[in-house]
Antibody
Framework: EVQLVESGGGLVQPGGSLRLSCAAS????????MNWVRQAPGKGLEWLSY????????YYADSVKGRFTISRDSAKNSLYLQMNSLRAEDTAVYYC??????????????WGQGTMVTVSS | EIVMTQSPATLSVSPGERATLSCRAS??????LAWYQQKPGQAPRLLIY???TRATGIPARFSGSGSGTEFTLTISSLQSEDFAVYYC?????????FGQGTKVEIK
C-alpha cells in the first residue's frame, strides 16, 4: 500500500524548534519530489515547501523561509521538516504530500494523515 | 504570488442534485490546476489535475473544466459521501497556492 506517515508533532513553546518526519512506503521514494503543506485549525491549506527527487531544487513559502528547512533521506525513505523560531501562527496540522510522477503535473497525489503542531506557552 | 479565489464559500445542495464550484486565479495558470476533496479529520484527496483529468479511482460524476484564470469543478449528482470541503490548487508558479475552499453541505 502506498503510504505516507508523519510524526514528530507536539506542543512547543514560542521560539522553540521541532523536527517533523514523513515515512514513505509502498513506492520508490527516490523517484518522487515531495512537499509539506499545513492547515491551521478551521482554516484552509497552505503549501510550505518543496524538494526535488535529488534535493537539488528546494522552494519555500515566504511565511517559513529562513525558519524551516526541508530535507530528505532516500536511504531511509523519509522526508523531514526542521522548524525553528516557531510562532503561535505556526500552529497547524502538517501534511507531507507526494508530487505526481507525471512530468509537468505537480499536483499532490498522495498525502499523509498529518501531525499536529501546537505552539503555545 | 498567485491568489486563488473560490466561490461560493458554502454551497447547499440536495443529494442527487448538481453542484458547480468555481475557482479563479489572479493570473493565468494555464491548465496547471488541481482540485482536492477534504472530509473532516482527513487529509485532502486529489480529484482532478490538469484542470480536467480525473485522478485514479475518482468517479465519473466529478468533472473539471477551464484554463487560464477560470476553472470549474462539477459534481453531476451529489452522493452522501461527496459532502465535504473542496480546494483548488495552482501548480503553475512558485509559491504553490490553494483557494480558501468551498464547503458543500446538505440542503
Amino acid at each position: 500500500e502506498v503510504q505516507l506517515v508523519e510524526s514528530g508533532g507536539g506542543l512547543v513553546q514560542p521560539g522553540g524548534s521541532l523536527r517533523l518526519s514523513c515515512a514513505a512506503s509502498g513506492f520508490t521514494f527516490s523517484t518522487y519530489s515531495m512537499n509539506w503543506v499545513r492547515q491551521a485549525p478551521g482554516k484552509g491549506l497552505e503549501w510550505l515547501s518543496y524538494i526535488s527527487r535529488s534535493s537539488s531544487t528546494i522552494y519555500y513559502a515566504d511565511s517559513v523561509k529562513g525558519r524551516f528547512t526541508i530535507s530528505r533521506d532516500s536511504a531511509k525513505n523519509s522526508l523531514y521538516l526542521q522548524m525553528n523560531s516557531l510562532r503561535a501562527e505556526d500552529t497547524a496540522v502538517y501534511y507531507c504530500a507526494r508530487t505526481t510522477v507525471t512530468p509537468g503535473v505537480d499536483a499532490f497525489d498522495i498525502w499523509g494523515q498529518g501531525t499536529m503542531v501546537t505552539v503555545s506557552s | 504570488e498567485i491568489v486563488m479565489t473560490q466561490s461560493p464559500a458554502t454551497l447547499s445542495v440536495s443529494p442527487g442534485e448538481r453542484a458547480t464550484l468555481s475557482c479563479r486565479a489572479s493570473q493565468s495558470v494555464s491548465s496547471n490546476l488541481a482540485w482536492y476533496q477534504q472530509k473532516p479529520g482527513q487529509a485532502p484527496r486529489l480529484l482532478i489535475y490538469g484542470a480536467s483529468t480525473r485522478a485514479t479511482g475518482i468517479p465519473a460524476r466529478f468533472s473539471g473544466s477551464g484554463s487560464g484564470t477560470e476553472f470549474t469543478l462539477t459534481i453531476s449528482s451529489l452522493q452522501s459521501e461527496d459532502f465535504a470541503v473542496y480546494y483548488c490548487h495552482q501548480y503553475n508558479n512558485w509559491p504553490r497556492t490553494f483557494g480558501q475552499g468551498t464547503k458543500v453541505e446538505i440542503k
